[in-house]
C-alpha cells in the first residue's frame, strides 16, 4: 500500500514546488476597474471606472467617469466635469478618434483618455497650458499614473496622424512631488 502511495506523493511535491516557483501573474488588463484621484493629504477619491475587453495582445477600454462625483464648471466657453478641493481639477476629454486600446507595455491612449487642467478657484477661464498628464506604470496591484505638466492647447487641432498618440516624452515635463493637489491617479 505505501508503494502505490509513493508516487502519488513524489507528483504531489513537484506540483506544490512548481506552484510556489510560478511568480505572480501580472494584473489584468480586463474587467471594470475603479479609477481614483489621490491627494496630497492622504484622500483618495473614485471617480469613474474603466472597462477592460481583452483583444489578443491589447484590450480595448472604455473609460466612465461619475459625474455625480464631479461638478459642472462652465470655463473660457466650455463646460468641463471638475473636482473642487484646494484647486480645482478638470478633466479634459480627448477630442480626437482613437483606437481606444492598451496592452501591458503601452498605456498611451489611456493616458490621453485621462488628461486633466488645473486652477486655482480664484481663477477666472480654463487654462489649458496647466494641463496634467498621467504617465502610467502597471504594477502587480493596478495602474498608477504621475502627473506631469503639458500644455492642452496642443491639442486645439487634429494631429497629422490620429493613430499616434499626441504627447510624447518630449511634450510632457516632470513636476515636483506633491506640488499639485491631485499627487497621483489609480486604476485598480
Not at 33 to 46: E, M, N, P, Y
Amino acid at each position: 500500500m505505501i508503494q502505490n502511495l509513493r508516487p502519488l506523493a513524489s507528483l504531489f511535491c513537484g506540483l506544490v514546488a512548481i506552484a510556489l516557483a510560478t511568480p505572480a501573474t501580472a494584473w489584468e488588463l480586463s474587467g471594470s476597474k475603479l479609477v481614483k484621484l489621490h491627494t496630497r493629504d492622504g484622500q483618495s477619491i473614485a471617480i469613474g471606472h474603466v472597462d477592460f475587453t481583452p483583444k489578443g495582445e491589447q484590450s480595448s477600454f472604455k473609460l466612465h467617469l461619475d459625474h455625480a462625483k464631479l461638478k459642472d464648471f462652465f470655463l473660457s466657453m466650455k463646460e468641463f466635469k471638475c473636482l473642487e478641493g484646494e484647486e480645482i481639477h478638470c478633466h479634459v476629454p480627448y477630442p480626437y478618434a482613437n483606437p481606444g486600446t492598451v496592452s501591458q507595455k503601452d498605456l498611451r491612449w489611456l493616458e490621453h483618455s485621462l488628461l486633466f487642467l488645473y486652477k486655482q478657484p480664484k481663477d477666472f477661464g480654463a487654462r489649458l497650458w496647466n494641463g496634467l498628464y498621467y504617465e502610467m506604470v502597471l504594477t502587480e496591484k493596478g495602474i498608477v499614473g504621475t502627473p506631469q505638466a503639458v500644455d492642452l492647447v496642443q491639442i486645439g487641432a487634429p494631429p497629422a496622424d490620429t493613430s499616434i498618440p499626441p504627447y510624447g516624452p518630449g511634450d510632457r515635463s516632470e513636476i515636483p512631488p506633491d506640488s499639485r493637489w491631485i499627487r497621483s491617479l489609480s486604476i485598480e
